[in-house]
């Protein structure tokens, strides 16, 4: 007799969920509109996320936190509820994690000795990851970036772009060739030879401040090395599925707020809802969040069992990248002349979602 698989969330799940999603109602709701507009998010808001203890509860009790490990499949639904509230939002309040589960899973003792404390204080540590390059067509396992071996340390040079708070981060963990194959690599703030540019100016992620990072004979310390292609795969796969996890959050908020507005908007005396090409699309948003979702959880769970997730990871990030795309230019759609209009989030939907499929690991699961 075949097992029946339930979705039903367990009660930890469940409890994460609402509670995050009170925190998103409470904080970012009603205030991302004027942020975005700031281009700059409130951090007190950061910090009472922070205050969770999520990114707390992964590192062990020998160095500091809570031990409670890490779960991908809890993870992805934290970071949709974050990203139904904002994309930037979601991506700088889980952006320690970038830094913490390398570490944690990848690191020697003495790395994590030296690291992972800090990250258990009371107060939001910002750390970050340097994958994506401004190069056409941008491949990670053929970097532009690049590391040679002088005596006892790595010499990194190139350039990177899309790093997230890369202007304040503590720590980075940055993707370079080594050797004809991707590594990580550990760099601290101070390290002579990172120059931080100016914030770069986005299409959407307005609240978030990325920038380019150009590194010139960066002397990194051997001991900073954290991993090789292995370590890739491993990385890839969690930072897909925390992509597509933030893309069916984006779409989901999107699929909601037009729904609510073609029942609301009256036109020719009946809501527009009742309108045919209005109700197909609303219909197809609809199956498509929950498909979304489906495949990030089955990438995730695949990862939290242990298993190689690399197809699963894979096909997440790619159909939530085509759907997001989709779905929230259905959203502005519905709205019509309104969807084009600040004053409704659709836009900013449509403008953060155009992202998910454009960029690789701005978060992880």
């Known amino acids: 007799m075949v097992e029946e698989i339930s979705f039903a969330l367990s009660e930890e799940q469940q409890m994460m969920q609402d509670t995050v999603r009170q925190l998103v109602q409470a904080q970012v709701i009603d205030n991302i509109h ?4 700031n281009r700059l998010l409130d951090k007190q808001a950061v910090q009472k996320f922070w205050e ?8 062990p009790e020998e160095f500091g936190g809570y031990g409670m490990g890490s779960s991908p499949v809890l993870h992805t639904l934290v970071l949709e509820e974050l990203a139904s509230g904002d994309m930037s939002f979601a991506v700088h309040a889980m952006l320690p994690a970038l830094f913490v589960l390398p570490v944690v899973s990848l690191g020697s003792v003495e790395q994590k000795e030296k690291y992972l404390p800090e990250f258990c204080n009371e107060s939001f540590v910002p750390a970050t990851l340097a994958v994506n390059e401004l190069s056409v067509g941008f491949d990670i396992w053929n970097c532009e970036t690049k590391v040679e071996k002088k005596g006892n340390s790595y010499i990194l040079n190139g350039k990177k772009c899309f790093v997230p708070l890369a202007n304040e981060a503590k720590y980075m963990i940055v993707v370079a060739n080594y050797e004809s194959n991707p590594h990580l690599f ?19 992620w307005w609240a978030l401040p990325t920038y380019e990072v150009s590194f010139e004979n960066c002397a990194i310390p051997e001991n ?22 933030i893309g069916t959050g984006i779409s989901r908020s999107s699929y909601e707020y ?7 908007r009256q036109q020719f005396g009946e809501p527009i809802a009742s309108r045919q090409s209005i109700a197909f699309m609303i219909a197809e948003m609809a199956y498509e969040v929950d498909a979304m979702r489906l495949l990030t959880w089955k990438a995730a769970s695949t990862i939290e069992l242990g298993i190689d997730a690399n197809r699963e990871s894979f096909l997440a990030k790619i159909y939530a990248g085509e759907m997001t795309m989709k779905i929230t230019d259905y959203g502005v759609q519905i709205l019509g002349g309104h969807g084009y209009i600040r004053d409704h989030p659709v836009e900013r939907y449509y403008r953060n979602g155009r992202s998910i499929a454009l960029c690789e690991a701005m978060s992880i699961i």
Do not use: F, H, P
């Open 34 to 37: 004027q942020w975005d507009e």
């Open 258 to 264: 037009a729904k609510k507005y073609a029942k609301e």
């Open 224 to 245: 900073n090395i954290l991993g090789d292609k292995t370590a890739i795969y491993w990385l890839l796969q969690r930072t897909r599925t925390a992509m597509a996890a």
């Open 186 to 204: 550990i760099v601290e703030n101070g390290i002579e030879g990172v120059i931080v540019g100016e914030r770069e100016k986005n299409c959407g």
């Open 52 to 59: 969770l203890g999520i990114i707390q509860s992964m590192i």
